[in-house]
Every structure is written in C-alpha cells, then in structure tokens.
C-alpha cells in the first residue's frame, strides 16, 4: 500500500513570509493528524481530522497556523506570518480507528 | 507538562549486546503504547505497540515491557544491531478518546559494530 505523501520536503522562507504544506494519506484513512517536530523534541500534535471535521486543534496557534482537509482526503497546513520558532519538522500522519500512525517522510522548513 | 517522558537522551551499545530504551508516563488513562523509530531525513516509522491489559509483547527482537503500577514501558533489541541505530520515540494514547498520541522526547541508539 502507498504511505502518507507529504511535499514539499524541505522549505527555506525568511520570517513573515507565509508557507503552506500537503498531505495526501494513506487511501482509506478517516483520520489525519499534523504533528510538529522541533528539533530535540518529540513530535506534538497540532491538529487531528476526522473525515473533513477538525476534532482536535487546542495546540495548533491558531493566530498564524491554518489547516484543512479538503473532502476528508488531502490536507494542507499553511503559516502566516511565519517566525523563526517555527523552523522544525512538520509531519503528517493517517490511521484507519484504533491503530497506530503512518507518517509521511516531513516537510523540513527553516525560517530565517 | 511533559505526559510521556523518556529520560535517556542517547544510549551506545556494542552491536549483539541487549538496548534497553525506557518510557516514563504520568497519565493513569493511557492505555495503549507505541514504539516508533526514526532514520534521519524520514518520518517515524512503526516498530511495535502494546495494550494495558498485556505487561509483554514480542516481535522477533524487539520485545515491549509495561509495568502499569510504575507507569513505565521499555523496548529491549536483543541482539542490538548496526542497522538499530536511530531514534526511538514512544508514544502513548487513551482509547477511550481521540486516539491522538502523546510523544516523547525520544532516545538516539548507536549500535557499535
């Protein structure tokens, strides 16, 4: 089976410029999360999708960070404006209910 | 707040030699655990999971260990080999809710050859 596609893999903006994200997980997955990895640290959740609905997002700073899935398929997850504490791993993940994760490979992004 | 620790930052071991890597957590409705490792420049990947109402799981030389009453869990690789070397998270989840996972910090393994 194909695993979670997420592009691009690596991104370079200067703060304040915006960026945004793709997903497309594993067909069939109801569930997709976006985690975010700073370096050091272990991964931490920003937002959970079920389907197309959002039932989690009490980490996501929703000042600046926005995700949606559209047709409870693909995903995107934008910034604006980005700050360099941003810089970090952003990793998407899908599971069908009552199982563990598959993660994409990350998007890499660097904010300078 | 740190829910789900891992305290070990690093750990070497000679390659055939036993890894132990540990997990702390602090939730008492967590009930289910995940072992993931991750290479560099790749998202984690599955290694093994384990249920509350089991204290073992094994799959070939990976073993988890829960011990409910500590609220800890370790991964034992035995025999620890080169291809081991990366960094180990565990993450833990309660069922009964959104099955998100709560990660730790991870442990980065080198195996030495």
């Known amino acids: 089976e194909a695993g979670v596609a997420q592009s691009p893999r690596y991104k370079i903006i200067e703060k304040r410029q915006s960026v945004a994200f793709w997903c497309n997980p594993i067909?069939?997955?109801?569930?997709l999360y976006w985690y975010q990895q700073i370096l050091g640290q272990g991964p931490k959740l920003l937002i959970q999708f079920q389907n197309n609905g959002v039932v989690d997002d009490s980490q996501l700073p929703k000042d600046r960070f926005s995700a949606e899935r559209l047709k409870g398929v693909d995903s995107t997850l934008k910034i604006q404006p980005a700050k360099l504490e941003d810089s970090a791993v952003y990793l998407c993940?899908?599971?069908?209910?009552?199982?563990?994760?598959?993660f994409g490979s990350g998007t890499r992004l660097t904010v300078v | 707040d740190q829910q789900v620790k891992q305290n070990s930052p690093s750990l070497s071991v000679q390659e055939g030699r036993i890894s132990i890597l540990n997990c702390d957590y602090t939730n008492s409705m967590f009930d289910y655990f995940l072992w993931y490792k991750k290479y560099p420049a790749e998202g984690p990947t599955f290694l093994i999971s384990i249920s509350s109402i089991k204290d073992k799981n094994e799959d070939g030389r990976f073993t988890v260990f829960l011990n409910k009453s500590a609220k800890h869990l370790s991964l034992h690789i035995v025999p620890s080999q080169p291809g081991d070397s990366a960094v180990y998270f565990c993450?833990?989840?309660?069922?009964?809710?959104?099955?998100?996972?709560?990660f730790g910090t991870g442990t980065r393994l080198k195996v030495l050859a």
């Open positions: 993940a899908s599971s069908s209910l009552n199982y563990g994760y598959t």
């Open positions: 067909s069939g997955h109801a569930t």
């Open positions: 993450a833990a989840s309660a069922t009964s809710g959104t099955y998100k996972y709560i």
